[in-house]
């Protein structure tokens, strides 16, 4: 069954989107769409990333908590940056944050932490995967600015995946 369906909640999900789209539930439209739901992920498997290796899963509820009120907080702070931009303009600036990560879901994961926090921006990674460029909206302490992201997310990352 797994080779046939190597996906099967992408193939019911292909399935279900290819009949919404066409919005007719005719034997036709269902033939097709039980085409692409086959074919589709068959096609892509050996696009599919290799599983990530999750060592220590027990602490990332942890670190999904701290990253979401992270989240909530730097939403404010952006917002009171922007909203007193007039008398003080934001002090945006870029660090080069020195990285231990070598793990590829490790460093996708602290991709996506850094895309979601309001005020960061993931601009580079060094081709030795040595350096991370980022780019912050208001710095007042690059130090103190690296220790946090190195303690808050990359710590745990490395505990986790590595």
Known sequence: MKRLL?????????LCGWLLLARSFSIGQLLL??????AMPLL???LRPRPGP???WWKLPRLIL?????????????????LRSGSRPPRGSFVFVPLELRDEHA????????????GTVWSELAPDRSALLIHVF?????????????????RPLKEIFE
């Open 6 to 14: 190597p996906s099967p909640w992408l193939s019911l999900g292909l």
């Open 33 to 38: 769409g039980l085409a692409v739901a086959v």
């Open 44 to 46: 892509m498997a050996p």
């Open 54 to 56: 999750l060592r220590r």
């Open 66 to 82: 701290r990253v979401g009120a992270d989240v909530v907080r730097s939403g404010v702070v952006v917002t009171a940056g922007v």
């Open 107 to 118: 460093l996708a994961a602290l991709a996506m932490i850094t895309a979601v926090t309001p």
């Open 138 to 154: 208001d710095l007042d302490d690059e130090a103190a600015f690296i220790h946090h992201f190195k303690t808050d997310y990359e």
